[in-house]
């Protein structure tokens, strides 16, 4: 099965070399490292560059909507290439097609300089994902000389503000902070930073579980490449997943796989929940026909006895016994189970981590820890993440004027995020910063209806696939049991 996907693309590393942000002010000034007190910072922030945090799909569709509209930015990236995240999760094929996965302001840039548009309807892998979508567009002249790698932001503030001063304030720049020490002060901030880097807990209570920390070297978080580089991990051993998310079932997917190759692995799934029901999902009903199939084979998996699935189980202890580790759940009841296994798999789901802007006056929900005005349209208890309508810059937006959290981080701990989503927020908000303010808040969103995404907020995180692009599972690229192909899903939870 041909992807019909563009030709190979030169790696980003080729067309966007780690550069100190210090030494990288095309559009805008750059401050000395802390200490030097000679700085002199512009009084005037709109002459200075918006500051895009993350080089994932959100995060260079901010760029391409920037560029397009003709504001100064930069991109800072932690990792050492664009897509860092997806890059870890590359072995798995998303449930979402290209028509779903490609921002309409990227896709001009990229038009505009003859790039060969993949099939829409194929379902990329992470891999591909990078190769054929991200990496061109890093390279594109238009974003290439703004983009910095291997800069990873420690913290935001205002220039001379600590979060208490308020006269003066939205008039001085904002102050980024890189881990080597160097300093940006930029107009604006669009934090698309996402969550991969903050796993949650295998705790059930959100905290970690009693001894959680010690068994840390038998514990994977979510989408281990089973069939790959991992393999010799799982193969032949047993392996408790914990969760009830698309991430899960994928893995679950991958390890039946490797049993039928090495007969000795043994697979034990336990949720919180009472029955699998959520994660089968919607079967042939599904709109991304991809997902249903997840469900669908999971189900059959379980009922031939090929899982063992634990209903009811609460994390709550676990204890290294030299090469194996048990997990003890004790529900709210106070009652008990055990599971003695070789290997976990965390599919707990993520959660953002809004330390970096401490010093920023934010307006979080106290339950999701998105914008307050957002939460009620993201609500698991009442959306899926085909019923989360469009929302732009007005509900994203914080005290802090000028900073903005988009894609999967924006949703703090909801499962309702989609990659389309994070495009059309970006879209709304560079329109904001640019005073278009009639585009800003003229917001439009086409979603595939899902109807398997909905949890009660208990069970949040463990819905949450939590991937920094906003993908959240999907099968592993090597076919598997009771599918003809192995083309199956997503990388953003319940929706790609």
């Known amino acids: 099965m041909s992807s019909g996907c563009c030709g190979p ?31 002199v910072l512009s009084p005037q922030p709109a002459h200075l560059p918006v500051v895009v945090i ?65 099939d829409p309807d194929w379902l990329p892998t992470g891999a591909e994902l990078v190769e054929h979508y991200l990496a061109p567009l890093a390279a594109h002249p238009a974003i290439a000389p703004h983009l910095h790698l291997n800069a990873q932001v420690t913290g935001i503030s205002r220039a001379g503000f600590d979060r208490v001063r308020t006269t003066g304030r939205e008039a001085a720049p904002f102050l980024i902070r890189l881990a080597d020490g160097s300093e940006i002060t930029a107009r604006a901030v669009v934090d698309a930073s996402g969550t991969w880097r903050t796993p949650n807990v295998l705790g059930a209570s959100g905290l970690p579980a009693q001894g959680e920390h010690a068994a840390a070297a038998f514990v994977d978080h979510a989408l281990p490449d089973v ?85 009811g189980f609460f994390t709550h202890e676990v204890t290294v016994d030299g090469e194996a580790v048990t997990v003890v759940s004790r529900d709210p009841s106070g009652v008990e189970q055990k599971v003695v296994a070789d290997r976990i798999v965390a599919a707990t789901g993520y959660r953002p981590d809004h330390s970096i802007a401490s010093e920023l006056r934010l307006d979080l929900d106290p339950v999701l820890g998105s914008t307050r005005a957002l939460a009620p349209l993201i609500d698991p208890n009442h959306h899926s993440c ?76 463990e819905t949450r696939a939590g ?6 599972g999907g099968l592993p690229t090597t076919p598997l049991p009771l599918a003809g192909v192995s083309a199956t899903t997503d990388g953003g939870g319940c929706c790609g």
């Open 9 to 39: 693309a030169a790696p980003a590393e080729q067309s966007a070399q780690a550069v100190p942000a210090a030494q990288s002010t095309a559009a805008g000034q750059t401050v000395p490292a802390a200490g030097n007190e000679q700085a």
């Open 54 to 118: 993350g080089a994932g799909p959100v995060g260079l569709a901010a760029a391409a909507h920037l560029a397009e509209r003709g504001l100064g930015f930069l991109v800072l990236e932690a990792g050492s290439r664009v897509g860092a995240s997806i890059a870890q999760w590359g072995h798995v094929r998303t449930f979402s097609p290209w028509k779903y996965d490609l921002d309409a302001a990227a896709r001009r840039l990229l038009d505009a300089h003859g790039w060969a548009a993949p």
């Open 227 to 311: 069939l790959g580089t991992d393999r010799a991990a799982y193969a032949g051993r047993h392996t408790l997943v914990v969760g009830a998310g698309h991430s899960a079932a994928t893995t679950l997917l991958a390890l039946a796989a490797l049993a039928d190759e090495a007969p000795d692995t043994r697979i034990t799934w336990a949720i919180r929940a009472g029955n699998a029901a959520r994660t089968y999902g919607g079967g042939a009903a599904d709109a991304l026909p991809a997902r249903g199939a997840l469900g669908t084979r999971l189900r059959a998996l379980v009922e031939s006895g090929r899982i063992t699935l634990l209903t």
């Open 386 to 461: 085909g019923t989360v309508p469009a929302h732009g810059a007005d509900e994203l937006a914080h005290p802090e004027a000028g900073y903005y959290a988009v894609g999967v981080k924006s949703y703090g701990r909801a499962p309702t995020f989609l990659m389309a989503t994070g495009y059309e927020q970006v879209r709304s908000v560079v329109a904001a910063l640019a005073g278009d303010w009639a585009a800003a808040r003229q917001v439009r969103l086409e979603l595939p209806e899902t109807g398997v995404c909905s949890s009660d907020l208990a069970d949040a995180q």
């Open 467 to 472: 991937l920094a692009t906003g993908i959240s």
